[in-house]
């Protein structure tokens, strides 16, 4: 049984009022406009009064114009035929092929019980030394990509999908720009990855409230496949601008903000999205990569901040690189102990010289003398950053190991970089272990960092942090420290 | 009942619902919304105009105007008896592990399942007999529970003085038998039986005093048991930004820590790190009973998807099930990650209310909801004469790391100690993070407090020529000032810091850090005279190595002693 309405009483932002009875807290309803055609969902009822957010705006409606509840909540088609198909924010075609009805899906399920849950133990291999090496990606994550604008990170994220092992692609486009819904639509079909991909777009060009429904439509269909035991990797950009739509529903809902204009359950509602990945006991598995811009390159910023108290772990997309600092993978000790025995050596080694390097540098740009220390390190930073941070840099997780021993004996002696003699042993590239020299080397190892050299940490966390954070940290506790 | 008292719906928002209703309703009360065969649990948390407001612990989806709500006139409770040890409930006591049972990967809406088996026989030995005189929380016998003798007691809602009039023989009891009947003062008979309700919103408080917590809560973490200690029935929180390491800083404290229970709330962040827990505790083994870590601790599972307003419950009941335990005598410890989580779902429900908002739109009894948690710790002596003690510690997640915010303000306010983390030390990956100059104490530890202090002073110290040298650089530091930064640095290396992966290093126990701060502590204040400042830095540096690599050997082996014979002639090398 539809209802029709057609008294319009309030359009306020993107949400419309009308008197119903007999409507559903979630309803879907279509709202009929001159333009065309709109969905709405049904976000507050009080009494007989039904507020609902429009999902194509609410630019052009009349108050007039006929608002018909659907008696369901949002659903969307789950079958084979998705494949290869492009749909908009509201899950209608916007490829050539035919609508699909068929095995509809409520979007927005149940969460899974906790108790169901497996610890994660697949290591996702991108052939990105700055993943796979030093924080590798898990089957199940769900890790965000922080970034600002201009960054590659669309790139990146094509670049992971097409070198990823997983059976399919949900790509989520959030506020997407055209020429790139383009470029992922070229890239994927490049890498042959086309017929095993599945698009909901929303483009810049869309209402913003269309985008809302993006993530759910993504996830809801990913977790069917994931239950049928297909390993999806869902990829969401960005999300910054789902999260901007929250905000201006909640704004036009008049609801008091908490930080930034953003609603007080925006931490809620990034967490029931991004804890629907999720690794199904003898099934499929559902892996979340997602953009996350970060305005004004601040990661206090809420949403970057919620989404990094939600996450497990983040990447930090800077220069063009991703950032050895700050990045986290809260995972990769799940797996790295089982992939080669260098491996969590390679990882905490060169990344506590990456360190002293960047240390150096400034102390190097401050004008400070350099010893045969410092020079070594400088050597070490470019190549590393050459070698290993350039996001070009295509290699096997194997081959990275083996590159990261090569760099290190190009710049150090055997027993002067910090590992453990039997890897040394065994890695340090022929030719290049120390000779016996009569003369000592003087000994500049710098006190700041740590290196332990004995039994490598089981598991490790975020690395030091960039040079400018670390100094704005510094000042702040200074501050703190004196008013208390 | 049987007239159940009915209501119906007249607005909805978010999990937030308004309800009409004929006759009365109870503040706080709960109350079902019945939609087809689910029955949603709500609570009352507001009543204006012949309308009740309710918060629903599920999601609301798909609720109407008009559908109907039945009151049951009980407040929200939890069920306390034999057979809570080892569980996983979420936030209002449903065992998850018997719902994926029955329901499989996802949580179904609107389903209750018994949090105790009350059909399965326990072994009953009674302590009281006919005629003693009993109070609430007076045990009148015990089960064995894995490892615990779980105390059957008086029920704690019973006021007053009663007279035992039977007790069940030694023998197999269910939860829904008696086991023992009391006279009140008027004579009239009231039955006990193994399981009883309580309201998880009501502190229970059957004990005849509260004292000031004075026995450290051991948790083999060196720097709060040295630094920053925690007394037995005391409260803490561990503040800091994300990847800081409050997660793995609480499931170290929920795995080595002495105490006999451990309660852990997972209230509203990352599923996946319940499941870490979840899946190895049962393997790991406690090393005080040498039975699995699994038989002495609870796990409240309320995470980040799972519904928001039970999530806020979820605290309560944790504390709750504490409180019951601590009844028995037994040392309890709750771990609450995040309450900056339970906080929001506070905001969130007080903004549906429309409430005049606080600051960062928490509501104005942010501080007092805050306070009345911490509250619930403490150490108490029992109507039986012995003590029983609940310490609560909870993580905070304040936005942006920034401690100047409501829920980190409020909680500072109430707690005996604080342990702040701090991204500088996190990034640096010296962990635990706790910032040793921003935290404090107010217990007292193991170790002698006035060389705490004097060790601590050489920290400070050690920060400051830091903070110079990085404007005048090494060159323009002196070399004294230079030797208190290598000691400085020494203390925090060995000490502050610690491989929570380790097996060894891991689990420092009382014995073991004494020994070992004393040996560092002379250190710190041994004069040194080096000639160059790259000498001092290769003697620490080899200081270090050496002392790290102590810290990795079990203590009382050949090789400790090998080792610590090895940096006592490295010491004496440059003193002699
Ligand atoms: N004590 C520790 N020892 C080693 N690594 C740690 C320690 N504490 C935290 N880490 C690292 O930091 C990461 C984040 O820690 P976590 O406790 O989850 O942070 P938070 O709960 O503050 O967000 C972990 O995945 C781990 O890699
Ligand atoms: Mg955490």
């Known amino acids: 049984m539809k209802k029709v309405y057609n008294k319009i009483l309030s359009i306020v932002g993107n949400v419309i009022s009308v008197r119903a009875r007999g409507v559903s807290n979630e309803e879907l309803a279509e709202v009929k406009t001159k333009r065309g055609t709109s969905l709405a969902k049904v976000i507050k009822i009080s009494n007989d009064l039904v507020s609902l957010q429009v999902f194509a705006g609410s630019r052009g409606i009349s108050t007039d114009d006929e608002v018909r509840f659907l008696g369901r909540a949002m659903k969307v088609s789950f079958s084979d035929a998705m494949l290869g198909r492009i749909f908009n924010g509201s899950g209608e075609p916007m490829d050539k092929g035919p609508a699909l009805s068929e095995n509809l899906i409520e979007i927005g399920g149940p969460s899974v019980n906790p108790s169901k849950r497996i610890i994660p133990k697949r290591m996702i291999r991108t052939n990105i030394p700055m993943i796979d090496v030093f924080n590798s990606l898990v089957v199940s994550q769900k890790l965000p990509i922080f970034s600002i604008s201009g960054e590659p990170y669309n790139e990146l994220l094509a670049r992971i999908a097409l070198q990823a092992e997983v059976d399919m692609i949900i790509l989520g486009g959030i506020g997407l720009k055209f020429d790139e819904y383009m470029y992922f639509r070229d890239e994927l079909e490049k890498g042959g990855a086309l017929s095993r991909s599945i698009f909901f777009m929303h483009t810049a060009a869309d209402p913003v409230v269309e985008g809302l429904m993006v993530p759910d439509l993504c996830l809801s269909v990913a977790e069917q496949f994931a239950l049928k035991g297909k390993d999806v990797l869902v990829l969401l950009t960005d999300m910054t601008n789902f999260a901007d739509s929250m905000k201006e529903i909640a704004i036009t809902m008049e609801q008091v903000p908490s930080n930034r204009g953003y609603p007080g359950d925006l931490y809620s509602q990034l967490a029931s999205r991004y804890e629907k990945a999720v690794d199904f006991e003898g099934a499929g598995s559902l892996t979340i990569l997602a953009v996350t811009t970060m305005p004004g390159d601040d990661v206090t910023h809420p949403v970057p901040d919620n989404t990094g108290y939600i996450t497990e772990g983040q990447f930090y997309l800077r220069n063009g690189r991703i950032e050895p600092f700050g990045s986290l993978s809260r995972l990769k000790q799940q797996v790295n102990k089982d992939t080669r025995e260098d491996h969590r050596a390679i990882m905490d080694g060169m990344i506590q010289l990456y360190a002293q390097y960047m240390e150096t540098e400034e102390k190097r740009s401050m004008g400070f003398r350099m010893s045969t220390w410092d020079k070594k390190l400088l050597k070490y930073g470019a190549l590393f950053e050459k070698q290993m941070m350039d996001l070009s840099v295509n290699i096997s997780l194997e081959d990275a190991l083996d590159q990261g021993w090569k760099i290190l004996a190009e710049c150090f002696e055997s027993d002067e970089a910090g590992f453990r003699t039997e890897l040394i042993r065994k890695f340090w590239p022929a030719g290049k272990d120390k000779e016996e020299k009569a003369k000592e080397e003087p000994s500049d190892d710098p006190t700041e960092e740590d290196i332990s050299e004995e039994p490598v940490p089981e598991t490790e966390a975020g690395e030091p942090a960039e040079k400018v954070k670390k100094k704005k940290g510094r000042t702040a506790d200074k501050k703190k420290r004196r008013k208390a | 009942m049987a007239n159940k008292l009915l209501g119906h719906i007249t607005a909805i928002n978010g999990n937030m619902i308004e309800v009409a209703f004929e006759e009365s309703v109870v503040q706080n009360e709960v109350g079902y919304v019945l939609v087809g065969e689910e029955r949603l649990k709500s609570e009352v948390i507001k009543i204006a105009d012949n309308t009740a407001y309710l918060q629903v612990y599920e999601i609301t989806k798909g609720l109407k105007v008009g559908d109907e709500v039945e009151f049951t006139g009980e407040l929200l409770s939890v069920t306390l008896g034999p057979g809570i040890l080892s569980q996983v409930y979420d936030g209002l006591q449903n065992p998850l592990p018997a719902l994926a049972e029955k329901y499989g990967f996802f949580l179904p809406r609107g389903v209750v399942l018994d949090a105790v088996d009350d059909t399965k026989k326990w072994h009953f030995t009674p302590t009281a007999k006919k005629g003693d005189t009993v109070y609430k929380g007076s045990p009148v016998g015990w089960v064995p529970e894995g490892i615990f003798q779980h105390k ?38 009231i039955k006990v039986r193994m399981s009883f309700e309580w309201p998880v919103k009501i502190p229970i408080k059957a004990y005849t005093r509260k004292m000031v917590p004075t026995e450290p809560m051991v948790t083999k973490v060196r720097i709060v048991d040295t630094f920053f200690p925690v007394c037995k029935g005391g409260t803490y929180c561990i503040p800091g930004p994300f990847g800081a390491g409050k997660t793995v800083l609480q499931q170290l404290t929920s795995r080595y820590a002495d105490v006999d229970i451990v309660i852990l709330a997972a209230c509203g962040e990352r599923a996946g790190e319940v499941v870490e827990t979840l899946r190895e505790f049962p393997e790991l083994e406690d090393p005080r009973t040498k039975k699995s870590l699994m038989e002495r601790t609870v796990i409240i599972c309320n995470t980040s998807s799972m519904p928001v307003a039970a999530r806020e419950a979820s605290v309560y009941t944790a504390t709750t099930l504490g409180e019951y335990y601590r009844q028995m005598g037994l040392d309890v410890l709750i771990l609450a990650d995040s309450t900056s989580r339970w906080a929001q779902a506070m905001r969130e429900l007080s903004g549906r209310l429309e409430e005049i908002p606080g600051e960062e739109a928490f509501p104005a009894y942010l501080e007092s909801r805050i306070a009345e948690f911490y509250e619930r710790s403490g150490y108490v002596e029992l109507p039986d004469g012995s003590f029983g003690s609940m310490t609560i510690g909870g993580t905070v997640s304040p936005a942006g790391g920034n401690f100047e915010e409501p829920v980190t303000q409020a909680t500072l306010k109430v707690v005996g100690a604080f342990h702040g983390l701090s991204r500088a030390r996190s990034d640096a990956r010296k962990f635990p993070a706790i910032d040793p100059l921003e935290s404090w104490t107010k217990y007292k530890g193991i170790i002698d407090p006035a060389k705490v202090l004097k060790a601590h002073h050489i920290l400070q110290r050690g920060n400051e020529v830091h903070q110079m040298m990085m404007v005048v650089g090494e060159e323009g530091t002196s070399i004294d000032d230079f030797v208190y ?77 090998k080792k610590e014979k090895d940096i006592d002639r490295h010491i004496g090398s440059i003193t002699a």
């Open chain 2, 485 to 561: 930064y290598l000691k400085s640095e020494y203390l925090d290396s060995v000490y502050l810091q610690q491989n929570g992966f380790d097996p060894v290093d891991a689990v420092s126990d009382p014995e073991r850090q004494k020994y070992m701060f004393d040996k560092i502590y002379d250190v710190l204040y041994t004069d040194f005279h080096f000639d160059a400042k790259d000498d001092a830095r290769r003697f620490f540096n080899d200081l270090r190595q050496m002392t790290l690599d102590w810290n990795y050997i079990r203590m009382g082996t050949d090789e400790f002693d």
């Open chain 2, 152 to 189: 059957i007691m008086v029920p704690f809602d019973l006021e007053g003085e009663y007279t035992v009039a039977s007790v069940a023989k030694e023998g197999d009891y269910d939860l829904r038998e008696t086991v023992a009947v009391i006279l009140d003062a008027k004579g009239e008979e």
